[in-house]
């Protein structure tokens, strides 16, 4: 669907903003509990994350929220304060609810498999629905953005070049079969981003 020139545009309301911020955070964050679960991987800063947490015994979330803290700056620079803000925002929502998750949806066993395409499915429209109200899981997320902005590159596609050198350097942490499967629910994620996020079929506030 293209957007009419020729109508004016409709942003969102402040209530349409937040819905979609905390809804889209609690995809996110039940991805990351299916791929926490099965012992999984993923791009990005949560992959970055989840790696040093695997590897070091310290606590995902805080982790994931300390890594997002450099990218803040270039958020501000280069979309402005209410895409810089919504992204701490959303990125602390992840951080807590991938915490309070644990009690309440324990998982005994899930396939690999399973977890990879249930990760990809619900992050990616997760992430999507951030993207839509102005927000970010952060880090390489970010950037993904402003290249798209700027340079009209795919933002899931960005994404994806991120997550294969990263998975790349799993390679030496984790079994070759937990990588193959972290990788396919990396794509899903990244494809529903390459193929839905597009600035020409929607307004962002």
Known sequence: MSVDA?????RYTFFE????????SAQ?????????????VTGGTAGMALILSYATGWNFSALFFGLNIPFYALAWWARGPIFCFKSLATVTLVSLMAEALKPFVVLQSIHPAAAALLFGAAAGVGLLGLFRHSGSLGG????ALILQDKLGWRAGYVQLGHDLCLFAFAVWLLPLDRVGWSL????????????NH???WYIVS
């Open 28 to 40: 996110a964050a039940l991805g990351i509990h299916l791929l926490r679960a099965a012992g999984l």
């Open 17 to 24: 903003d937040i819905q979609g911020l905390v809804i889209a």
């Open 198 to 200: 597009r600035r020409d």
């Open 184 to 195: 396919l629910g990396a794509l899903v994620l990244n494809f529903v981003i390459a193929f």
């Open 6 to 10: 020729n109508v004016p545009p409709r």
């Open 140 to 143: 390489v997320s970010i950037v």
